[in-house]
C-alpha cells in the first residue's frame, strides 16, 4: 500500500532537527556554508541535503511572520522525473510497488550531465540533484531502507510535531483533520496537491507566500518536445 508522509507547516517550528537526521541517516557529509541574511541553510537543496527547511518572511498585519517549508521530495503518484529519465536511462529513477516510494538508483550515473539537467526541469517541485564528483542524481528516498525494516524515516522520527507517516489513505484523513482545525483561525489554510503526491504539505498562509517551488510548476517534459510544440505552426505552414 503507497506510504504518505503528512506535514503541517503549521506546527513547524524550524529546529531543523529533521535536516539532520536525514543527514545522519544518509551519512551525508557536512558543506561549508554562507551566511546569506536568511536563517536559512544551507541556501538550497544539494546532493548532500534531501531534506531543507525553508524560510519566507513577511510583514502580516504590521508584524514580522515567518512561513517554515520542510522541503524534500513529493513522492509524486505520476513522478515527471521518471518519465523523463524513462526516455534515456530505463531504471534510473523507479518506482517502488510495495510503497510508491520514487528512488534514484546507481544507474542515474549512466545520465549525461544534459539528461540529468532536463530531469530536474521536469519535476514539478524542483527536487532532484546531481552530484557532480559521482554524476549520481540524488534526492529523498523516503529513506526506503527503513521503511522496509518496518520503521519510519528519519525526519519524521525526529520532528516532534509536524509530521506524520503512514498508509496515504491514513495520512489523508490524518491532514483533513488538522485542516479544519486550522481553518478556524487561517481561513486560507489548504493541502498542497494532495490528491497528486505521497508528501502531503498543510499551509495556513496562501502558497505564493512560501517558496518558489511550493508551488506546482508544470514544465515541460523534454526541451527537444518543447521546441517542437513552438515551431509546430511554422513547419506546418511551409509545408
Ligand atoms: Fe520526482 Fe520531483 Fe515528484 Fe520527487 S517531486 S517524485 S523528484 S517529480
Ligand atoms: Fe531524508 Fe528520509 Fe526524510 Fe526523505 S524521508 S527527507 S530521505 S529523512
Not at 526516455?87 to 549512466?110: H, P, R, S
Amino acid at each position: 500500500m503507497a506510504k504518505c508522509i503528512f506535514i503541517d507547516t503549521t506546527r513547524c517550528t524550524a529546529c531543523r532537527g529533521c535536516q539532520v537526521a536525514c543527514k545522519q541517516w544518509h551519512d551525508h557529509e557536512a558543506v561549508p556554508t554562507l551566511q546569506t541574511g536568511t536563517h536559512q541553510n544551507p541556501p538550497d537543496l544539494t546532493p548532500h541535503n534531501f531534506k531543507l527547511v525553508r524560510f519566507s518572511e513577511h510583514k502580516i498585519d504590521g508584524r514580522v511572520h515567518w512561513l517554515f517549508f520542510p522541503e524534500q521530495c513529493r513522492h509524486c503518484l505520476q513522478p515527471a522525473c521518471k518519465d523523463t529519465a524513462d526516455m534515456y536511462v530505463e531504471g534510473a529513477i523507479v518506482v517502488d510497488e510495495a510503497t510508491g516510494i520514487v528512488i534514484c538508483t546507481e544507474k542515474t550515473k549512466e545520465l549525461t550531465k544534459e539528461q540529468c539537467d532536463e530531469i530536474i526541469d521536469s519535476c514539478p517541485y524542483n527536487i532532484p540533484r546531481r552530484n557532480e564528483k559521482t554524476n549520481e542524481l540524488t534526492k529523498c528516498d523516503m529513506c526506503i531502507d527503513r521503511v522496509q525494516a518496518g520503521l519510519i524515516p528519519m525526519c519524521v522520527k525526529t520532528c516532534v510535531a509536524a509530521m506524520s507517516f503512514g498508509e496515504r489513505e491514513d495520512m489523508l484523513k490524518v491532514a483533513e483533520q488538522h485542516l479544519e482545525r486550522v481553518k478556524k483561525t487561517f481561513p486560507e489554510a489548504e493541502l498542497l496537491d494532495a490528491e497528486d503526491l505521497g508528501v502531503v504539505y498543510l499551509v495556513s498562509h496562501p502558497r505564493e507566500m512560501y517558496h518558489k517551488y511550493a508551488q506546482r510548476e508544470i514544465r515541460p517534459l523534454n526541451r527537444a518536445d518543447f521546441l517542437a510544440d513552438l515551431t509546430r505552426p511554422f513547419r506546418k505552414a511551409l509545408g
